[in-house]
């Protein structure tokens, strides 16, 4: 059987749910706001959102370490839009005691659950889109935009943590720095602009499949 494409957002649409105005004072509207920034900056899936750590954090290098399917450790990196939104819930996280290690917390203080997630997702979406969408298509619209932009077929392969033997046999591995610097190049939110006199170039569509 044939498989359906995947449902994604436009770049406009994507522009509309991520800048949307919302209360600064708010603690539930600021953390959102910074999980959908993380979600489609980074690709990763609604599971290792959840699961992150505070260290899991390297802000100095702009990269979220993630504990992906089968135990694999990877690190992805994300742009300056998704830092200044996480920077924004830290300092609201620092305000309460919460007796957790979880980079993001539901209301009572422990570690949020998927389903508030992907609630908050189908949500704002809808609002944007008309439909709702699950944190997977935000997975899945990353992956495009990033491909959109000339990045190699590979390099998305690293961000997204496929790990399928038809991936795995066509997967090179991509250093951190050379992974941030394309990502710079070719996401839409990356916050950085090379310039015409970059000597960073995005790498030709690869033959492959991204999984």
């Not at 505070?54 to 839009?81: C, T």
């Not at 007796?99 to 917390?105: D, G, N, P, S």
């Not at 997630?117 to 997975?139: E, Q």
């Not at 839409?188 to 006199?197: A, T």
């Amino acid at each position: 059987m044939p498989k359906a494409l995947p449902v994604i957002l436009t770049q406009d649409q994507t522009a509309t749910l991520l800048d949307r105005e919302i209360d600064p004072t708010n603690l539930v509207d600021v953390r959102d706001q910074a999980i959908l920034e993380l979600l489609y900056a980074t690709g990763i899936r609604v599971a290792e959102l959840c699961s992150a750590d505070l260290g899991d954090l390297d802000s100095a290098r702009r990269v979220i370490r993630v504990l992906g399917k089968g135990s694999k450790e990877r690190m992805v990196p994300y742009g300056n839009p998704a830092q200044r939104a996480v920077d924004r819930w830290l300092t609201f996280r620092g305000e309460v005691a919460f007796e957790t290690t979880a980079l993001f917390v539901g209301v009572r203080g422990g570690r949020i659950d998927q389903r508030v997630v992907r609630s908050m997702v189908n949500k704002s979406t809808s609002a944007v889109t008309g439909n709702s969408l699950s944190p997977h298509a935000l997975r899945h619209t990353a992956a495009t935009h990033v491909l959109e932009g000339g990045a190699d077929m590979r390099v998305v392969q690293e961000l997204l943590g496929h790990a399928s033997m038809a991936t795995t046999q066509r997967y090179t591995h991509v250093s951190v720095e050379r992974l941030r610097r394309t990502f710079e190049i070719a996401h839409p939110r990356s916050g950085s602009d090379p310039g015409p006199d970059s000597d960073e170039e995005p790498q030709a569509n690869a033959t492959g499949s991204a999984g």
